[in-house]
């Protein structure tokens, strides 16, 4: 009797460390699915450090407690949910490495050639961060900050945006240990392009940029701190309108590809090329530059672009690359439930032959 009670509390203290171990790294895990502001789904120093302690757990677990832990038992049954815990495993591993290897190439740093200027980051991702949002604290006021947000993302980034990049140097095309999801989708589909974050800190954090993309980061960062704006396509470039005075409505033209501010709406540019030589005559540019966007914001093909649908299904993608490994792990929390109780029952005819 003794020895029964002693073997069901080993097998309880078993399960329960292994039980234990895995609720702490799915948990430490899911903190950023429960609550995240940002959309930006990132684990912190304390979040890696509580996985580790989980996974070692169940490892230490599983070779010194005996009878059988949760890692042992999965031996002795052949489960379709054992096939489906080993690919959660494998994509939460995936995720784990991603955590370790940022989307920004220290490369970028050298500097790269755009518009007849030599560019590289003036600043790390997490600085650009810190500085994107309104200053509600001094109330900053809409004109300097849609001036101060649309210089501070073409400080942050730079343009660099080719379409052959055979090493994928600069992450153009999402890696598998960014988001499997993206990779796999863009795999299946045959469509090996470059891709477009729409949400700010994933393509801050990459920092190679193009005028679409630049537009996106500021137009993404715009809307959240309460600035309406638009995405407009023009003949060979994309650049934002904002609203920046509610009671006179008035709106500018932001090329953060550029660095640029026009302070006047696209209606008043198309008739007036004049406004766009001296914005970007005060920026610097050759007349070889300023003369060719002129030609580009003329009144032909000029369109908003809506890019809410896509974005919608990035935010879920990145939420979906955490969560579909997480619920792949629970068949198996049910099997060593039941298991811990009714092991014959997961006996295969194989195995029990031999009994």
Known sequence: MASNKTNRIKDFSAFSLDFLGIALALGAISLDLIQNNSGLYEIGVLQKAIIFIGLLMTGINSFVVRPPSLWKAIRTTRLPSFATFVLSLI????????????????????????????????????????????NDSIDEQYPEYVKRLTSLIFEGTVHYWEENEANNAFNLRIPIHENYLIYFST????????????????????????????????????????????????????????????????????????????????????????FVQEAYAAQGYSQGVIAALADIYGPEGNIVIDENPQCAGEDYLYLLKWLLPSLGILPFVFFVLIYSVQPTRFQTRRHTQYL
Not at 98 to 107: E, H, K
Not at 224 to 230: D, E, G, I, L, S
């Open 91 to 134: 994509f939460l591993l995936i995720n784990l490495i991603g955590l370790a290897f940022p989307l920004r190439n220290p490369a970028v740093y050298e500097g790269i050639e755009y518009g007849g200027k030599i560019r590289a980051p003036q600043y790390s991702a997490e600085e650009v961060y810190s500085q994107m949002d309104r």
């Open 187 to 274: 795999l299946l589909s045959g469509e090996q392009e470059n891709y477009e974050f729409c949400r700010a800190e994933r393509a801050i954090e990459r920092s190679v940029s193009v005028c679409s993309q630049s537009s996106k980061i500021l137009a993404d960062i715009l809307k959240r701190n309460r600035v309406p704006a638009q995405i407009v396509g023009l003949e060979g470039h994309v650049v934002v309108r904002a609203r920046v005075d509610k009671e006179t409505d008035k709106w500018w033209i932001l090329d953060a590809d550029y660095g640029v501010v026009i302070e006047h709406d696209i209606n008043e540019i198309e008739a007036n090329p004049e």
